[in-house]
């Protein structure tokens, strides 16, 4: 595998950043991962849209201009032979002397890979659905940002998968669902209606959340932008999680109790299909 570190192309094994990285001592930076499908990046612009939102949010300069940006994607998906899988992109304020100050004159660090992901598998998820847990939120207030400080998610994803489930929901003092800890939250009710939790509201905006609205539209679904409670989840017709990870997937279980009859739910597996078509597609 090879990663694109810094302007350089380098074998993953030996790809490296610095210690004194701020991305290292102070999660001081934000990533993205994008969909590659059927040998297309999906959804590009809207990820390099939202990395430009996060590097202002922090005031992290492009470490590249974006056109460059893009082509060096291109060019990872390429030399790691990726027709379907993963890209990652991190970006950090860089490296320098240990000071909780942004350094005067660093250049961003930046950190590219892709890797195969076996569509198969993901397909054989979907038909199976997952299981999530519930956990109180308990991030900062600024999770819009898509920053690598992911302690909190790495914690709520340790123990859903020790529970034997795949996702944990965040879930505020209210008892409302905010977002998985690697994804977006959605129901379908009783009547049909798709549900999901404003993206203005202590959630990240989600690239697959925003183009199965657009999916949605197209298929003519009614969608009500609003919170839901974790009792209103389990007694749904249908729930399910979305990240360019996992695209819409099927829930089954929350805490351990089904969701409607704990089948994947139609709806969930008719925006898993169309999908593909509607997104933004360019050539990898
Ligand atoms: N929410 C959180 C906290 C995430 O980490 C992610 C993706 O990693 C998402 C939502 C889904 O975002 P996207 O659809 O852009 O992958």
Same mark, same amino acid.
């Given at each position: 595998?090879?990663?694109?570190?810094?302007?350089?192309?380098?074998a993953?094994?030996? @790809?490296?950043?610095?210690?004194?990285?701020? *991305?290292?001592?102070f &999660?001081?930076? %934000?990533?993205?991962?994008?969909? /590659?499908?059927?040998?297309?990046?999906?959804?590009?612009k809207?990820?390099?849209?939202?990395?430009?939102r996060?590097?202002?949010?922090?005031?992290?300069?492009?470490?590249?201009?974006?056109?460059?940006?893009?082509?060096?994607?291109?060019?990872?998906?390429?030399?790691?032979?990726?027709?379907n899988?993963?890209v990652?992109?991190?970006?950090?304020?860089?490296?320098?002397?240990?000071?909780?100050?942004?350094?005067a004159?660093?250049?961003?660090?930046?950190?590219i890979?892709?890797?195969?992901?076996?569509?198969?598998?993901?397909?054989?998820?979907a038909?199976?659905?997952?299981?999530v847990?519930?956990v109180?939120?308990?991030?900062?207030?600024?999770?819009?940002?898509?920053?690598?400080?992911l302690?909190?998610?790495?914690l @709520?994803?340790?123990k859903?998968?020790?529970? *034997?489930?795949?996702? &944990?929901?965040? %879930?505020?003092?209210?008892?409302? /669902?905010k977002?998985?800890?690697?994804s977006?939250?959605w129901?379908?009710?009783?009547?049909?209606?798709?549900?999901?939790?404003?993206?203005?509201?202590?959630?990240?905006r989600?690239i697959?959340r925003?183009?199965?609205?657009?999916?949605?539209?197209k298929?003519?679904?009614?969608?009500?932008?609003?919170?839901?409670?974790?009792?209103?989840?389990?007694a749904?017709?249908?729930a399910?999680?979305?990240?360019?990870?996992?695209?819409?997937m099927p829930?089954?279980?929350?805490d351990?109790?089904?969701?409607?009859?704990g089948?994947?739910?139609?709806?969930?597996?008719?925006?898993?299909?169309a999908?593909?078509?509607?997104a933004?597609?360019?050539?990898?």
């Amino acid at each position: 595998r090879i990663a694109y570190v810094n302007g350089r192309y380098v074998a993953h094994a030996e @790809a490296s950043v610095h210690i004194e990285d701020r *991305g290292y001592q102070f &999660a001081d930076g %934000v990533y993205e991962v994008c969909e /590659v499908a059927r040998g297309y990046i999906v959804d590009m612009k809207r990820h390099l849209d939202r990395l430009d939102r996060s590097l202002r949010e922090l005031s992290i300069a492009w470490p590249m201009n974006r056109a460059a940006m893009e082509i060096v994607i291109v060019e990872v998906i390429r030399r790691n032979r990726v027709k379907n899988g993963l890209v990652y992109l991190q970006v950090t304020r860089g490296v320098a002397s240990r000071d909780f100050l942004f350094p005067a004159d660093t250049r961003p660090s930046v950190v590219i890979t892709a890797k195969k992901v076996d569509p198969a598998a993901l397909a054989k998820r979907a038909e199976n659905g997952i299981k999530v847990i519930t956990v109180p939120e308990n991030r900062w207030d600024r999770v819009d940002i898509k920053s690598v400080g992911l302690l909190p998610n790495v914690l @709520a994803k340790q123990k859903a998968n020790e529970a *034997g489930a795949h996702e &944990a929901w965040f %879930v505020d003092a209210d008892g409302t /669902v905010k977002e998985g800890g690697s994804s977006n939250a959605w129901i379908v009710t009783g009547d049909g209606a798709l549900v999901t939790r404003p993206a203005e509201h202590g959630i990240l905006r989600g690239i697959t959340r925003t183009t199965l609205l657009d999916v949605a539209a197209k298929l003519g679904l009614r969608v009500e932008e609003r919170g839901f409670t974790v009792a209103e989840a389990k007694a749904a017709r249908e729930a399910f999680i979305s990240s360019a990870t996992t695209l819409a997937m099927p829930v089954v279980a929350i805490d351990g109790d089904p969701v409607a009859n704990g089948h994947p739910g139609s709806v969930a597996l008719s925006l898993r299909q169309a999908f593909f078509d509607i997104a933004e597609k360019r050539p990898a």
